[in-house]
């Protein structure tokens, strides 16, 4: 075994101990997915049935959020991040806002949307008459991009794996695309955010609507009037009286 492999097997076992697995199976089927695969190679685990609603989602996103703090694929993203930067918000939130990628706010503190948009973000979501509490918010990249500069498609690439299996074990009804980054990614395209905006789009079971983003508005705060426009065709869908 090579060196970075026993790091990552130590990794991968270390991860499996905060959360809990105290014994592993004896690997069977050649190809499967065992606690020595590389972080770089490993898939998301399943999906576990959750009939109540809770506990195995809980679970399911703590392996991950541990996945991701191992991940050293973007090489210079890792090398420079202070923290991992998952998500926060209740496991079976009923709207998830999706951002672009922590600043260094968020790479102080770890967690999503703290800084001066993060503020702002918190505003927009009390104005939909919702708490910051009771919604998911995540990021397309996990890590901060050095000097806020935008994600680099291997970035996003890289990242897919972690953002979209969060989504699929949290199970929004719906999805709000904070800018560019973020509606690029979930949707798989290239159109300008312009065009995306009043459209609803689908992501699995989940109904999809783009917006600016907060850091977007922090500088053009007439785009402010927009947002409250998409928010309001958002929470009508949702059957949120404003
Ligand atoms: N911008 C983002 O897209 N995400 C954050 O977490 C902070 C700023």
Redesign the pocket.
């Known amino acids: 075994m090579s060196a970075r492999d026993a790091r990552a097997l130590k990794q991968r076992l270390d991860s499996l101990a905060a959360a809990g697995v105290t014994q592993l199976p004896k690997a069977s089927r050649r190809g499967s997915q065992t606690a020595a695969t590389p972080a770089s190679e490993r898939q998301p685990e399943p999906v576990a049935a959750d009939p109540g609603g809770g506990t195995d989602r809980i679970r399911s996103l703590r392996i991950l959020n541990q996945q991701v703090a191992d991940c050293t694929q973007c090489v210079e993203l890792a090398a420079t991040r202070t923290n991992t ?1 998952f998500g926060v918000g209740p496991p079976d939130a009923r709207i998830c806002f999706f ?5 260094a ?2 790479d102080a503190s770890g967690e ?4 001066r ?2 503020q702002l973000l918190t505003k927009i979501i009390e104005a939909c008459k919702l708490r910051r509490e009771e919604v998911y ?1 995540l ?1 397309v990249l996990k890590c901060r991009p050095p000097g806020n500069r935008p994600p680099l498609p291997g970035e996003v690439a890289n990242c897919r794996r972690f953002f979209e299996r969060q989504l699929e074990i949290i199970g929004p009804q719906y999805i709000c695309c ?2 560019t ?2 509606s690029h990614a979930l949707l798989e395209t290239t159109e300008p955010i312009g065009k995306l905006r009043k459209r609803w789009f689908t992501h699995g079971a989940a109904k999809v609507i783009c917006t600016y ?3 977007y508005l922090l500088r053009n705060p007439a785009a402010k009037r927009d947002v409250w426009d998409d928010m309001k065709v958002m929470m009508t869908d949702m059957g949120v009286e404003l």
């Open positions: 930067v951002g672009e990628a922590p600043g706010d968020e999503p949307f703290v800084g948009a993060g918010i990021n904070l800018g980054s973020a983003h907060p850091s």
